[in-house]
């Protein structure tokens, strides 16, 4: 985790990557890019206060479609995959799904996703 937030404040990030969480602080997810066909990018569990996810597991996935829109699924607890899609706006998601964490914040509590 350590890592990526470095790669976010002095690397060359691409629009919408970054860590966000759920409304409900449940799931703190790293959305990255992703070089995979059909795997635009990815939603990454970096943490998660149930036993259904563990770090490092993909929880969501898009392909990245017209007019900036993520077009994917993400994992349910059950492994269902749900239709989602999200439109990124600027450099960050467009959505109340998932909330940006300032990685400022990360790094002051890494040691908790380590």
Known sequence: MFNFCKYLENGNPKKAEGVYRSPDGRYVIALIKNNEVGHDFIGVVCA??????????????????NNNELNGYYYNSLGEYVP??????????????????????????????L
């Open 48 to 65: 998660a206060d149930n036993p259904y996810w563990t770090k490092g597991e993909v929880k969501f996935n898009f392909v990245l479609g």
């Open 84 to 113: 989602v899609s999200f439109t990124i706006d600027g450099d960050s998601l467009k959505t109340n799904r998932l909330i940006e964490v300032d990685v400022q914040k990360i790094k002051a509590t890494t040691s908790a996703w």
